[in-house]
């Protein structure tokens, strides 16, 4: 499988309130939203000691249904006599203006779901530390007399400590059958026991051992033993299709056929799996869920990053704003004033900058005192005398030009307006480009390209600024001084 980097976001999961939420249930503040589903609505709240908590809230619209308050009160129930060990604690419950609530202690760790999309299957070292936790809090909540019938891959949350089982929201009391109706099945596809997608009244906790099977099975792979197109298939592959596993060591694929056997009298109980366990391996489990080191790494930096700002959280949450990308100008285009260098005699062009795509930051128009940066074709320098002429004596010859691409939609319009060359010198036109051919494109290979064809930046004054133009030729002055000297002779 390739390799996974981390693409996690720290918060994925939260999102901000939503208009009409309250602000706060009871002692506990409301921070974001966690969550939401069929029948109530999770918050990231904190209570009056700055404990985080995540609060569970019936949703408005069922409050006038007794059958859903009868299932949320049962919830509350089931949830407070679950003990603490691998599970999320109870903290309160109440009913006010709000509506029915519960809060439980919020774990700041990424779901076994969120782990293996963003950085792949577990190892197998962590896979057998994740195998001890998940039977402990499957030990402990058989012992309290409650079956989940909701383990998945979201329902477990990854902490260092271990993971921990989440979500009680179908959870019912062993033997009890109140939850099931004729047609109706609750439970998540693909993690649900034959028994429970058949909608037959003996779900009991052989259905947790069916789920914790699948589970192993997708935290191994990166995806689940039975698996389809549909929830259809999926069904189907559940009732009469054989698992899919892979990635398991030996030991745990045995482990973990016998619990996705099809009939619950064939699958193992909790204290029976415990006990297959060696001594070492249960040893070692202990050890690295007591150090905290038995996730991988970028999983545990995650995770403690995770907690860290849930920590400093204390305001609603507020998403960062999205940092949408400048768009990249086009390499054909100049991003800086260009101008004409000018051969003797020739006038001073300057061009205008090319239009600015959307997105884009336009580069700052020159200013008087300033330079700013061109962009011209690499043209031979002009000799000391051209430097030293007069421009009432330059040859008119044609400009040199700077074949620079024409920018787009209609040419612009000709300014004839004039701009001072320099006190004394008369008025040099200013005129903006005319379309002219592409530059020639550079030779493939890696070859040098020609030295008529590179470009270099130079720092040159612009407008009034311009340096006049280099002089060549004979002064005319010299030239009435010739006239008399030949006719003296």
Same mark, same amino acid.
């Given at each position: ?45 904190r209570?009056?000691?700055?404990r ?8 408005p619209?069922l ?48 779901s ?57 929201g179908?959870?019912?009391l ?30 009991g ?7 914790l099977?699948?589970v ?19 069904i ?13 060591p ?22 029976s ?12 489990a ?9 996730l ?17 959280l ?6 960062p ?6 768009l ?10 260009t $101008?004409?260098? =000018? %051969? !003797?005699? +020739? @006038?001073?062009?300057?061009? *205008? /900058?090319?239009?600015? &795509? ?33 421009p009432?004596d ?7 030009e $700077?074949h620079? =691409? %024409? !920018?787009? +939609? @209609?040419?612009?319009?000709? *300014? /004839?307006?004039a701009? &001072? ?16 051919p592409?530059p ?26 311009l340096? =006049?133009? !280099? ?19």
């Amino acid at each position: 499988m390739a390799e996974r980097h981390d693409q996690s976001d720290p918060l994925d999961g939260l999102s901000p309130l939503a208009p009409g939420d309250p602000s706060e249930l009871g002692s506990y503040r409301l921070l974001g939203r966690l969550g939401h589903g069929g029948m109530g609505i999770v918050y990231l709240a904190r209570s009056a000691t700055g404990r985080a908590a995540a609060v569970k809230v019936l949703r408005p619209e069922l409050l006038s249904e007794s059958g859903a308050q009868a299932r949320f009160h049962r919830e509350i129930a089931v949830v407070s006599r679950v003990p603490d060990d691998f599970t999320a604690p109870f903290l309160d419950a109440e009913i006010d203006e709000h509506g029915v609530w519960m809060a439980t202690a919020f774990i700041p760790g990424l779901s076994l779901q969120q782990s293996v999309s963003a950085f792949g299957p577990l190892p197998p070292g962590s896979l057998y530390a994740l195998w001890y936790g998940l039977l402990r809090a499957l030990h402990s909540i058989h012992t309290a007399g409650v079956v989940h019938r909701d383990l998945k891959p979201s329902n477990v949350l990854l902490t260092t400590q271990g993971p921990r089982l989440i979500d009680f929201g179908i959870s019912a009391l062993n033997g009890s059958t109140s939850l099931t109706s004729t047609g109706a099945i609750l439970g998540t596809p693909g993690y649900m026991g034959p028994e429970q997608v058949a909608g037959r009244p003996d779900v009991g906790p052989e259905t947790d051992i069916f789920a914790l099977g699948a589970v192993m099975g997708f935290a191994a792979a990166g995806t689940p033993p039975f698996d389809g197109d549909n929830v259809i298939s999926v069904i189907f592959d559940v009732l009469h299709g054989t698992p899919r596993l892979s990635a398991l060591p030996a030991d745990l694929d045995t482990w973990v056929r016998a619990c996705l056997s099809k009939e619950p009298a064939h699958r193992p109980t909790v204290d029976s799996l415990l006990r297959t366990l060696s001594d070492t391996q249960a040893v070692t489990a202990r050890r690295q869920l007591a150090g905290g080191d038995w996730l991988p790494e970028t999983v545990s930096r995650a995770t403690l990053r995770r907690a860290q700002l849930v920590l400093d959280l204390d305001h609603p949450y507020t998403p960062p704003p999205a940092q949408t990308p400048a768009l990249a100008l086009p390499p054909d285009r100049f991003t800086t004033w260009t $101008v004409r260098r =000018p %051969a !003797p005699g +020739g @006038p001073t062009v300057r061009l *205008r /900058p090319p239009a600015t &795509p959307t997105g884009a930051v336009a580069p700052p128009p020159p200013t008087d005192g300033r330079t700013t940066d061109i962009r011209v074709r690499r043209d031979p320098s002009p000799s000391p005398a051209e430097l030293h002429a007069t421009p009432a004596d330059m040859p008119q010859a044609a400009p040199r030009e $700077v074949h620079t =691409p %024409a !920018p787009p +939609g @209609p040419p612009p319009d000709v *300014r /004839p307006d004039a701009v &001072p060359d320099a006190p004394g010198r008369g008025l040099l036109p200013r005129l903006l480009p005319v379309p002219l051919p592409p530059p020639p494109t550079e030779p493939s290979g890696g070859a040098d390209p020609a030295p008529d064809a590179l470009l270099r930046t130079f720092a040159v004054p612009m407008e009034a600024e311009l340096p =006049p133009p !280099p002089r060549t030729g004979l002064r005319r002055r010299w030239i009435p001084r010739l006239s008399l000297r030949r006719a003296r002779r």
